[in-house]
């Protein structure tokens, strides 16, 4: 069990955010995620759809990037010959026995059923700092000559030049940065390459009943629209939207993440508060150009934990109702309040360091602790209240 300093263990966020006529996150056959709760049906985005774009806004935020890929072998021939002027071929070579020396079993990409050399995947995906893919072009660098000397890697039993050197390699794919510490990896094919994750994400749900609208859509082609020599359409197809407002829920364990960075509290301060601001600012890009869905959050409450993390997603377990003239938002925002209010009062209140919110609502909302009028200065308060020690320090 990680351990930290701070009384603070646990900073969880609850957003309330409407969004309009969208397809935020696809399924297979393209259709609206949704799922059953409550015994209604309800709009549905993935944990992993919307963890993908708080990680894309986090590296933004923080100035550091991860890659996520099975083509790293690919990914270094690039670097090694457009940045490093090397030869093409040598390059691929490079990449594939650098691929080949991770210890983590692969495949070549085949075209028309042929294997094609030194076209490596790997069978996982490796998740590193963005700076890795460098490193392992410096291995490649030091150790060209035996690269030169090298066959190509040509099946997937093949051997590696650089196996005397796959400790470097592995090192490389063990790296870190705050990216990594924070969302965490799982890589079982390199020993302590694993990182446990800081937070934790929930899959994001309508605080109502959603119906799935069909939209058909057909396009105009041009040409037969100036010359009016023909009727009907260049192209017709459907797809499938909903709207609503949707609850999301995440939680950031402090000490797991000050074990990730080896106690540097400063660092797990700048993360905490970039992931919260990332939580909150995100949103999946799908299906974005035909239906512009960037709204802001209704609201948005954040709790500091000595105790454990709580998620308020029982507070929709009974779908809320319309308001008489329309609209889910109200409803939902007075549920959340009147649910944490009763949930603080059944469980204590003394885990609890710090309760704030912020929202666009003229209605005040006792239950979910002190008014904030913007979101950073809400994300401002609970940082203080988290590290408070350090501050004082």
Known sequence: MPTTALPARFICVHLLQTVPFANLNRDDTNSVKTVQFGG?????????????????????????????????????????????????????????????????????????????????????????????????????EEFRTEIEKAKDITKSTDKSALKDHSDRVKAVLRSRNGVINTFGRMLAEVDDAGVDGAVQVAHAMTTHPTDIEIDYFSAVDDVTDQWKD???????????????????????????????????????????????QSFVRSLPQAKKNSTAPNTPPDLVHVTVRADRPLSLAAAFEKPVRMA??????????????????????????????????????????????????????????????????????
């Open 230 to 276: 023909a009727t009907g359409s260049g192209h017709m197809g459907h797809a499938e939207f909903s709207a609503g407002t949707f609850y999301r829920y995440a939680t950031l364990d402090l000490a797991e993440l000050a074990a990730n960075l080896g106690g540097d509290m400063a660092a797990v301060r700048e993360l905490a508060e970039a992931f919260v």
């Open 40 to 140: 209604v049906l309800r709009t549905r985005v993935s944990s992993q759809c919307w963890k993908r774009a708080v990680r894309q806004d986090f590296e933004l935020r923080t100035g550091q990037s991860a890659l996520r890929t099975r083509r790293i072998a690919e990914r270094v021939a690039r670097l090694l010959t457009e940045e490093r002027g090397w030869d093409a071929d040598l390059a691929a070579r490079a990449g594939a026995h650098l691929a080949a020396a991770a210890g983590i079993k692969f495949e070549l990409e085949e075209k028309d059923k042929k294997a094609l050399p030194n076209v490596v995947l790997q069978n996982a995906l490796v998740y590193v700092p963005e700076t890795a893919a460098s490193e392992l072009a410096d291995i490649a």
């Open 324 to 393: 008489a003239d329309g609209g889910f938002a109200a409803a939902s925002r007075d549920a959340l309040a009147e649910y944490a209010e009763a949930v603080n009062e059944f469980m204590g209140k003394d885990g609890i360091l710090l309760a704030g919110w912020a929202g666009l609502d003229a209605k005040d909302h006792a239950g979910l602790g002190e008014r904030h009028t913007s979101v950073d200065k809400l994300v401002t308060a609970a940082a203080n209240r988290a590290f408070e020690k350090e501050a004082a320090a």
